[in-house]
């Protein structure tokens, strides 16, 4: 293995690869010129609430697992070992929590916009400072997202760097902007199945070529790559079990609960039910992913042992060992290594296409129709694809800062935690802490956003100061780790604890969801308390999730009304419409000429109620939703 692999695609790779493109963004054509062929925002950028469950739980998770996974969880276990297998412990509350908490709570609402909660929570100042957090956190990861499968290819084949950020800017923009939602999530599904299929032939033939998965155990567990349950409490350490098992969860809560693109996928969904149920399949998924990405990185080093390709000189950085290895492992299989570059990039796609959706609805739904309630649909419409487009290349102009970033898994990470976490706090503040007033959001917000920025670039100046060499094992975290490395690495290199303020700079980068997110909470309820806390009848009904009113159930109720915690959460749809439909076949029967008429009547009234300012949207989804059950049931 001491000859340098030659890294370029043969022409059946390029076939296979542009197939495979051009497949994607034929999803999009297709939404494009299919149904209602995008002509309304609901359809543009809700997928007209139609979706199943099986498409927006593929689409869930290749929206945040996808290029940055591939790429970025084989290096990590081939240099630091299975250590970060244990994220996957946090995928059970992290998954479980937005299920039964924060899927009911917008999805009764039915809101268009994560961000519309804010407004009906606390007021339009609170609203706009979410939205503007949001596209900002959005707009820089998907520059990481961007960069990294184009740093891959460069890698791998010589393809220009910036060509195909380039190409595969504009070929997800394309598709996006034409297609919608719909050709967003359908892509989705269709990248999803090419990741798997990729990750699985590496494994595969790369399993055989080492002489079976019994070798591959063997090599690791020689090579101290099997870690153990790490219970080490300190914060500062990089990855532990508490760090990863418990900062995960605040991380995957930032993801899954409150971040626009999944929540758009949510309230796509044709019910709550499917909804939810969406969450579920995830779960099981995320964790396939998880051990596909682990086991990749196994096979890697039974393949290199310590002499890494890094080490040799034959890649630039760790990022781009993934795709030499695959090249490696395929290099007498013309084919494969198109299939596994095209799924690295489908996997990009995915995650970028759902962010420039949902950046152009909070854009439309939070920034320009409450300004001008009187735009018609078509304009709407149109400005939606144009806010798509415009994003699209705002991201390719952020790919370039992220060619200055380091570590990709660490970086993607790094961001959603630092402007993820206080979004999350923002969100929790208002769902489980009802006397928390508007005052208190939005001080909190900046208080969290402070904090995150404070201690993100504290970090980064300490590790650019000190300078010092750090030792093989520590190469592919190197520009974004901490001074305390994980328990393998710290066994052979003790490094001195770091005490004040070097401390804070030092924690591990999966705490900065959980630390942000509890700064914005504390401060948030700290100032609505001195500012005057909101009372029982000023909240807008169904904005409250009754987390306290369970905890407190043994309080008097007239304690618990002073302390906001009475108010339930609004009831199912499906229950109103039950409750409603009992009532009125009690008075009356229903012929048939009846029925079509009152079912003409109830689309009438659903694009009359979309179309309605914020306040009467609360009001008016159970008469909605209750003549259009009864309609089906009367059928």
Avoid at 77 to 99: D, E, R
Avoid at 424 to 444: D, H, Q, R, T, Y
Avoid at 473 to 490: A, P
Wanted: glycine letters at 8%.
């Amino acid at each position: 293995m001491g000859e340098v692999v030659q890294m370029h695609f043969t022409t059946v790779d390029y076939v296979i690869f542009a197939l495979l493109l051009v497949a994607s963004a034929g999803i999009g054509l297709f939404y494009a010129f299919s149904g209602g062929r995008q002509r309304t925002t609901q359809e543009f950028l809700m997928a007209d609430r139609s979706m199943s469950c099986l498409p927006v739980s593929l689409s869930l998770l290749a929206t945040f697992q996808s290029a940055v996974a591939i790429l970025g969880a084989p290096s990590e276990v081939y240099t630091f070992g299975t250590q970060y297998w244990f994220l996957g412990c946090s995928y059970f509350l992290g998954l479980l929590i937005p299920a039964h908490v924060f899927i009911p709570v917008f999805y009764r609402l039915r809101l268009s916009s994560a961000y519309e909660y804010l407004e009906l929570r606390f007021n339009r100042v609170v609203r706009i400072c979410g939205t503007v957090t949001f596209i900002f956190q959005m707009v820089i990861y998907m520059g990481v997202v961007l960069y990294a499968p184009a740093l891959a290819l460069n890698a791998v084949t010589g393809f220009d760097l910036w060509g195909a950020v380039l190409a595969m800017g504009l070929v997800c923009t394309l598709y996006t902007v034409l297609g919608g939602l719909k050709a967003v999530i359908w892509t989705d599904v269709f990248q999803t199945v090419v990741m798997f299929a990729g990750q699985l032939a590496v494994i595969v033939v790369g399993t055989s070529q080492t002489g079976g998965i019994g070798e591959v155990w063997r090599k690791a567990v020689n090579g101290s790559r099997i870690s153990g349950l790490d219970l080490n409490p300190d914060p500062l350490e990089r990855h532990t079990f508490w760090t990863l098992g418990v900062g995960g969860i605040f991380l995957m809560l930032a993801l899954y609960g409150v971040n626009q693109a999944q929540v758009q996928r949510y309230l796509s969904s044709r019910t709550e039910k499917e909804a939810v149920m969406s969450c579920y399949v995830v779960f099981p998924c995320q964790q396939v992913v998880l051990c596909l990405g682990c086991l990749m990185g196994l096979v890697m080093f039974a393949r290199y042992g310590e002499d890494s390709p890094l080490d040799r000189g034959y890649v630039k950085t760790n990022d781009q060992m993934v795709l030499y290895f695959v090249m490696d492992v395929f290099r007498d299989l013309p084919g494969l290594p198109g299939l596994f570059v095209a799924c690295l990039f489908s996997g990009a796609l995915s995650t970028i296409s759902s962010a420039f959706n949902s950046l152009a609805t909070v854009t439309i739904e939070d920034l320009i129709k409450p300004h001008f309630p009187n735009m018609t649909e078509a304009k709407a419409t149109l400005l939606s694809k144009a806010f798509a487009l415009a994003y699209g290349l705002v991201c390719l102009a952020m790919a370039y800062l992220a060619s200055t970033m380091g570590s990709v898994l660490q970086a993607a990470f790094s961001i959603f935690g630092m402007v993820g976490g206080p979004l999350l706090g923002l969100f929790c503040l208002g769902m489980f802490f009802p006397w928390a007033n508007s005052i208190g959001a939005v001080v909190g917000l900046v208080a969290g956003l402070a904090m995150a920025f404070w201690v993100g670039i504290g970090n980064f100046v300490m590790r650019m100061s000190a300078n010092t060499p750090v030792p093989l094992l520590n190469t592919t975290f190197d520009n974004m780790t901490t001074t305390v490395m994980t328990t393998l690495v710290s066994a052979t290199t003790a490094k001195p604890r770091t005490t004040g303020v070097e401390a804070l700079y030092s924690l591990s980068y999966m705490w900065y969801s959980a630390h942000n997110s509890t700064t914005v909470v504390v401060v948030g309820l700290i100032v609505s308390l001195l500012t005057g806390p909101m009372k029982e009848k000023e909240l807008t009904p169904g904005t409250v999730f009754p987390v306290l009113g369970t905890l407190l159930f043994f309080l008097p109720e007239r304690y618990r009304e002073k302390l906001c915690c009475v108010t339930p959460l609004a009831q199912k749809p499906r229950d109103i419409s039950q409750t409603s439909e009992k009532e009125r076949m009690d008075g009356a029967t229903y012929s048939k000429d009846d029925t079509v008429t009152e079912d003409k009547e109830a689309k009438s009234d659903r694009v009359h109620t979309e179309e309605e300012d914020l306040q009467t949207r609360v009001m008016l989804p159970s008469c909605q939703l209750t003549s259009h059950t009864v309609q089906e049931t009367a059928l």
